[in-house]
């Protein structure tokens, strides 16, 4: 809705750009930003502060601020998957139905022409002039959907694996839709020269980048695999007793819950007088998970170690990841040496040519 209200014209430029290319930047990275932390907040609220357990322990109301009982890679995972189908799906559905709503150019009074021999081009040139208006900024939106897309589909893949394959089948559709756009709709759009694609390649780098550090505060903070390690290695009984007879994360669970008294409860605090069947009895202790002492409320020994881990993880799975991007992006450039070649051997025989 915002793309709708803010144009390019109208909005503020305090670094007064000198060129076109350079207002055109500026603008792709103040939407893009914007864009990225509008659709962004709540998963990055899971990722970094959902699994943080409360920090007063005994105040009950901040429970609630805990992710699911079965982990905050779950409540990701529905997350990613509305986003995924059910955001990509209406988006087209919306698009589908703007387009049908559009006049049709055949609908429209047509401009009558000089009488005379037909021009094929010039019935062209009035055809065109009939569709919808186009600007410089026409193609900024296609853009700006495809990044936000590969932002989805890339930084957060760790916690929904099937987020590329649903980006493949909403673009299958997206592509028709561009195409009916652009052909039937819209007016052709002025071509201009260019190297690349601007800007828009250091939006992808900087995704990239995030992508590697998203993916890895999913798999070493959201998700319980680090958790599970530690205690396998660590805590468990194949390790703690030499037994070999059983699963070494038994007693897991059991392990990664604390204990809080009932009656640590702050004296404000007061329990309703109809309590649920399940809470009428005596009741002296609930478990909830974190890993403290069930004496003093502290971060226990086992919390250290699974932080520590966890921090090793990041920083190991971040360089690794970040080399292999990088040897990937000289292995396979944005343009071919072989182009290059071709390129430069044509500007050398044009120089000659001039030369001689």
Same mark, same amino acid.
């Given at each position: 809705?915002?793309?709708?209200?803010?144009?390019?014209?109208?909005?503020?430029?305090? /670094?007064?750009?000198?060129?076109?290319?350079?207002?055109?930047?500026?603008?792709?990275?103040?939407?893009?930003?914007?864009?990225?932390?509008?659709? %962004?907040?709540?998963?990055?609220?899971?990722?970094?502060?959902?699994?943080?357990?409360?920090?007063?322990?005994?105040?009950?109301?901040?429970?609630?601020?805990?992710?699911?009982?079965?982990?905050?890679?779950?409540?990701?995972?529905?997350?990613?998957?509305?986003?995924?189908?059910?955001?990509?799906? !209406?988006?087209?559905?919306? /698009?589908?139905?703007?387009?049908?709503?559009?006049?049709?150019?055949?609908?429209?009074?047509?401009?009558?022409?000089?009488?005379?021999?037909?021009?094929?081009?010039?019935?062209?040139?009035?055809?065109? $002039?009939?569709?919808? /208006?186009?600007?410089?900024?026409?193609?900024?939106?296609?853009?700006?959907?495809?990044?936000?897309q590969y932002s989805f589909t890339t930084i957060f893949v760790a916690a929904f694996p099937l987020a590329p394959l649903m980006a493949f089948i909403n673009n299958l559709f997206e592509i028709r839709l561009d195409a009916i756009k652009m052909v039937q709709l819209q007016r052709r759009i002025v071509p201009r020269k260019a190297n690349d694609i601007?800007?828009?390649?250091?939006?992808?780098?900087?995704?990239?980048?995030?992508?590697?550090?998203?993916?890895?505060?999913?798999?070493?903070? =959201?998700?319980?695999?680090?958790?599970?390690?530690?205690?396998k290695y660590t805590y468990s009984p194949c390790m703690l007793q030499n037994r070999t007879d059983i699963n070494c994360l038994t007693g897991y669970i059991n392990n990664s819950l604390s204990v809080f008294r009932v009656q640590d409860f702050e004296w404000q605090m007061k329990l309703p007088e109809k309590l649920p069947d399940f809470m009428r009895?005596?009741? =002296?202790?609930?478990? $909830?998970?974190? $890993?403290?002492?069930?004496?003093? $409320?502290?971060?226990?020994?086992?919390?250290?170690?699974? %932080?520590?881990?966890? !921090?090793?993880? !990041?920083?190991?799975? /971040?360089?690794?990841?970040?080399?292999?991007?990088?040897?990937?992006?000289?292995?396979?450039?944005?343009?071919?040496?072989?182009?290059?070649?071709?390129?430069?051997?044509?500007?050398?025989?044009?120089?000659?040519?001039? !030369?001689?």
């Open positions: 809705l915002l793309l709708r209200v803010i144009h390019p014209p109208a909005l503020p430029f305090p /670094e007064k750009p000198r060129t076109f290319s350079e207002r055109e930047n500026i603008f792709t990275v103040k939407i893009f930003t914007f864009q990225f932390f509008t659709y %962004f907040s709540s998963l990055i609220y899971i990722v970094l502060l959902g699994p943080s357990s409360p920090s007063g322990l005994h105040s009950i109301t901040l429970f609630s601020l805990q992710c699911h009982p079965s982990g905050c890679i779950t409540d990701l995972f529905i997350q990613m998957a509305i986003i995924m189908t059910l955001k990509q799906t !209406l988006s087209n559905f919306v /698009e589908l139905r703007f387009r049908k709503s559009l006049p049709n150019p055949k609908d429209k009074d047509k401009v009558h022409m000089e009488k005379g021999p037909e021009d094929s081009c010039k019935e062209q040139w009035l055809k065109n $002039y009939q569709l919808n /208006e186009v600007n410089v900024f026409s193609l900024f939106d296609e853009f700006l959907e495809m990044m936000i601007g800007i828009w390649l250091q939006v992808l780098e900087a995704i990239g980048i995030l992508a590697v550090i998203g993916n890895g505060l999913v798999i070493a903070i =959201t998700s319980d695999f680090i958790p599970m390690q530690v205690y009895s005596e009741i =002296t202790e609930c478990r $909830y998970r974190d $890993y403290r002492n069930s004496d003093d $409320y502290n971060y226990s020994v086992q919390f250290w170690h699974v %932080f520590a881990a966890r !921090l090793a993880f !990041l920083i190991l799975f /971040e360089h690794v990841a970040l080399c292999i991007k990088l040897i990937a992006a000289w292995y396979v450039p944005d343009v071919p040496q072989s182009v290059k070649n071709k390129h430069l051997q044509k500007k050398h025989e044009n120089l000659r040519g001039v !030369l001689r």
